[in-house]
Antibody, heavy 117, light 108 residues
Framework: QVQLVESGGGVVQPGGSLRLSCAAS????????MHWVRQAPGKGLEWVAF????????YYADSVKGRFTISRDNSKNTLYLQMNSLRAEDTAVYYC??????????WGQGTLVTVSS | EIVLTQSPATLSLSPGERATLSCRAS??????LAWYQQKPGQAPRLLIY???NRATGIPARFSGSGSGTDFTLTISSLEPEDFAVYYC??????????FGQGTRLEIK
């Protein structure tokens, strides 16, 4: 069955960096676009970034553009999110989600990122 | 940017009752609208895609309708496990995505 497992979250100081990973299994990872979506504590869902199945097209929310970088390694079935210049408002649970061409049909369980001094 | 506005913010109903949740878009999204359910501590789960199609494994008591700017998620007879937060999502400008702010469905 499809599984998406995020890791890499933790506590980081403002201005710091963190790299999230999402290990995928149960489907042909290299055939599907992927996204990162985040959710601040007690808040709604916010789309963060997209990467095409081959890694050649990437899009970002304005709130993270220039600070976050999405990437993937199809040989390792893994999605990444490099987060630099972190701010308090980046504090959230970060989910990776599989794009089935219509919507997000599978989500990981999420990893918590806390930006605090 | 297309803004999705969900109403009501909170809906209080009893098991067995019918729930009607609304999602309004600031401009037409055609039928490119999905609904997700999220329970505390869990990831969202896809319920409805393309406005009216149930995702795999979703019970028939969940239905979606609408097109253009006005959409509705209906739960015909609430089960205890249906009390959760529901989000609508549009993909007209795919791959950039926007979500509504959510409707909390709580037990009365």
């Amino acid at each position: 069955q499809v599984q998406l497992v995020e890791s890499g979250g933790g506590v980081v100081q403002p201005g710091g960096s963190l790299r999230l990973s999402c290990a995928a299994s149960g489907f042909i990872f290299s055939s599907y676009a992927m996204h990162w979506v985040r959710q601040a504590p007690g808040k709604g869902l916010e789309w963060v970034a997209f990467i095409r199945y081959d890694g050649n097209n990437k899009y970002y929310a304005d709130s993270v553009k220039g600070r976050f970088t999405i990437s993937r390694d199809n040989s390792k079935n893994t999605l990444y999110l490099q987060m630099n210049s972190l701010r308090a408002e980046d504090t959230a649970v970060y989910y990776c989600a599989k794009d089935d061409g219509d919507d997000f049909d599978y989500w990981g369980q999420g990893t918590l990122v806390t930006v605090s001094s | 940017e297309i803004v999705l506005t969900q109403s009501p913010a909170t809906l209080s109903l009893s098991p067995g009752e019918r729930a009607t949740l609304s999602c309004r878009a600031s401009q037409s999204v055609s039928s490119y609208l999905a609904w997700y359910q999220q329970k505390p501590g869990q990831a969202p789960r896809l319920l409805i895609y393309d406005a009216s199609n149930r995702a795999t494994g979703i019970p028939a008591r969940f239905s979606g309708s609408g097109s253009g700017t006005d959409f509705t998620l209906t739960i015909s007879s609430l089960e205890p496990e249906d009390f959760a937060v529901y989000y609508c999502q549009q993909r007209t400008n795919w791959p950039t995505i926007t979500f509504g702010q959510g409707t909390r469905l709580e037990i009365k």
